[in-house]
């Protein structure tokens, strides 16, 4: 139900942008999120943005950095990633909330995609 795609390699201080397909029915009325997972650590949240785009949430380290959109039919998440950090490299996963806003908690979301390697080199 959800297609997250656009991860890859890049140097430190470089871009990257991920993207989140959803059906209709999974996301248009729900906001969306993105989480990320580095080997050995716990998932935890970067953005979130609410059900109109309109909200958006973002994790302390972050900030500034990477911004959550998504697209105007609702259905696509993307997460523009500026500045990229060593610290950045993880599998980022994006997720689909229960409500009509985003969350920092992963138990307010209830679909998960299947995760995409970001990885940044120093």
């Known amino acids: 139900q959800l297609q997250a795609s656009g991860g890859g390699l890049v140097q430190a201080g470089g871009s990257l942008r991920l993207s989140c397909a959803a059906s209709?029915?999974?996301?248009?009325?729900?906001?969306m999120g993105w989480f990320r997972q580095a080997p050995g650590k716990e998932r935890e949240f970067v953005a979130a943005?609410?059900?109109?785009?309109?909200?958006?949430l973002y994790a302390d380290s972050v900030k500034g950095r990477f911004t959550i959109s998504r697209d105007y039919a609702g259905n696509t998440v993307y997460l523009q990633m500026k500045s990229l950090k060593p610290e950045d490299t993880a599998v980022y996963y994006c997720?689909?909330?229960?409500?009509?806003?985003?969350?920092?908690?992963?138990?307010?979301?209830?679909?998960w995609g299947q995760g995409t390697q970001v990885t940044v080199s120093s």
């Open positions: 209709r029915r999974t996301a248009s009325n729900n906001g």
């Open positions: 997720a689909v909330s229960r409500r009509s806003v985003g969350s920092r908690t992963r138990a307010e979301y209830q679909y």
């Open positions: 943005v609410d059900w109109r785009g309109g909200t958006t």
